[in-house]
Structures are given as structure tokens and as C-alpha cells.
């Protein structure tokens, strides 16, 4: 049986509730990731059908290497200055 308009609002409101109330606790870096994650996803609804398959992995790539190149940043902030070479 489908589910009606109204049972898909509530299921997803649950979803994000969940998602708020699992969150709650982590650190700033982990928060970034699930951002950077978050941002990945909504970026690739709103393009998909628009380009060719190749171009999609493409810029799936891409996307995952920013995500990357951010998760490194903060994971390695001050790093220097924390554990100076001698």
C-alpha cells in the first residue's frame, strides 16, 4: 500500500529529528562532515538529469575530494604549533 502524502511528512520529520538528535554530542570536525555531506547530497539532487553520466562522476569527484580536503583541514588545524618538530 503507498504511503499517503501526510505518512511521508511525518516519516520525514522523524528522519530529521533522528538525524538532530544523533548529532547532538560530536565533535565541530564530525559536524563538518556530516555538513560537507549533507551539502554533497542536496548538490547532487539538484543536478542530477542534467548532465551526461560521465560528467556526474565527474563532479562526484570533485565533491568528495572537497569534502576530503576539508575533513584534513580540520583534523590537522594548528598541527604545527600542537607538535613542533624538533
Known sequence: MPLSMLDRQINKL???KTILEESKGL??????EILD???FIKSKR????R???????KR???ELDKASLTHLE???KDYKE?????
Request: aromatic share 12%.
Open 82 to 86: 600542537l607538535y613542533p618538530y624538533e
Open 46 to 49: 539538484m543536478n542530477e538529469g
Open 60 to 62: 562526484e569527484l570533485s
Open 27 to 32: 565533535s565541530v570536525s564530525a559536524l563538518r
Open 74 to 76: 580540520a583534523e590537522f
Open 14 to 16: 522523524e528522519m530529521e
Open 51 to 57: 548532465m551526461e553520466p560521465i560528467d556526474n562522476v
Open 37 to 39: 555531506f549533507v551539502r
